[in-house]
């Protein structure tokens, strides 16, 4: 069976977090949907609140280190990013957004990337449109159709969209993303030491 690596980046600040709980979601919605394409998901979260501290580092000094830089490379490498923002003032999380900021500006370039956001209310979902995809989009990312926003109302088991249940937007948007990591070849990106002649080239061939 193939094997395609998957990071999720959950921008969640408390524990638990409904943000985290919905990035859970797509990521088992996409493995199941991979398994169905034959495809076994490694799935790797990536929780923006451990890596606070790393960010505003980066930001200030412009080098990334520990677990932030091991972050940043499993996106690089990942076949599939999922990345879910809780909305903070009509917007993405400031702690986002600075990750974003501080990632190589060609890290996502054709990775398929599934956004997702959660807020108190339903009137918050334009966050999807007018910020996160617009913010992939810049990155290079193929951003997928169905984007998920979950307002409290949805994980309530009256509340919520009669029409478009959350359940049904989580099946939908882990569909499309599978579909799209299914349908090419393993990413495969220029580690740091590729371009490193071996001892063999750099003696001529002797």
Same mark, same amino acid.
């Given at each position: 069976?193939?094997?395609?690596?998957?990071?999720?980046?959950?921008?969640?600040?408390?524990?638990?977090?409904?943000?985290?709980?919905?990035?859970?979601?797509?990521?088992?919605?996409? @493995?199941?949907?991979?398994?169905?394409?034959?495809?076994? @998901?490694?799935?790797? =979260?990536?929780?923006?609140?451990?890596?606070?501290?790393?960010?505003?580092?980066?930001?200030?000094?412009?080098?990334?280190?520990?677990?932030?830089?091991?972050?940043?490379?499993?996106?690089?490498?990942?076949?599939?990013?999922?990345? %879910?923002?809780?909305?903070?003032?009509?917007?993405?999380?400031?702690? *986002?957004?600075?990750? !974003?900021? =501080?990632?190589?500006?060609?890290?996502?370039?054709?990775?398929?990337?599934? !956004?997702?956001?959660?807020?108190?209310?339903?009137?918050?979902?334009? %966050?999807?449109?007018?910020?996160?995809?617009?913010? *992939? &989009?810049?990155?290079?990312?193929?951003? %997928?159709?169905?984007?998920?926003?979950?307002?409290?109302?949805?994980?309530?088991?009256?509340? $919520?969209?009669?029409?478009?249940?959350?359940?049904?937007?989580?099946?939908? @948007? $882990?569909?499309?993303? &599978? @579909?799209?990591?299914?349908?090419?070849?393993?990413?495969?990106?220029?580690?740091?030491?590729?371009? %490193?002649?071996?001892?063999?080239?750099?003696?001529?061939?002797?």
């Amino acid at each position: 069976m193939d094997e395609r690596q998957i990071v999720v980046v959950s921008g969640g600040m408390s524990q638990p977090s409904s943000t985290r709980l919905l990035a859970d979601r797509l990521a088992e919605a996409t @493995a199941g949907e991979l398994h169905e394409h034959g495809i076994t @998901a490694h799935v790797r =979260v990536v929780e923006l609140r451990d890596l606070a501290h790393d960010v505003v580092d980066q930001t200030l000094t412009g080098f990334a280190r520990g677990d932030l830089a091991d972050a940043q490379q499993a996106l690089a490498a990942a076949d599939a990013v999922i990345a %879910v923002t809780p909305v903070y003032a009509a917007s993405y999380a400031g702690l *986002f957004k600075s990750f !974003v900021d =501080v990632l190589d500006p060609d890290a996502l370039r054709g990775t398929p990337v599934l !956004v997702a956001a959660t807020g108190g209310s339903a009137r918050h979902s334009l %966050v999807l449109d007018h910020a996160l995809r617009p913010l *992939f &989009a810049h990155l290079g990312a193929d951003v %997928v159709p169905t984007a998920v926003f979950a307002a409290t109302d949805d994980w309530a088991d009256a509340g $919520g969209d009669d029409v478009h249940p959350l359940p049904d937007r989580v099946r939908r @948007a $882990g569909r499309e993303l &599978a @579909a799209r990591v299914a349908g090419r070849p393993p990413t495969r990106r220029a580690g740091l030491y590729d371009a %490193v002649p071996s001892f063999e080239d750099l003696l001529g061939g002797a």
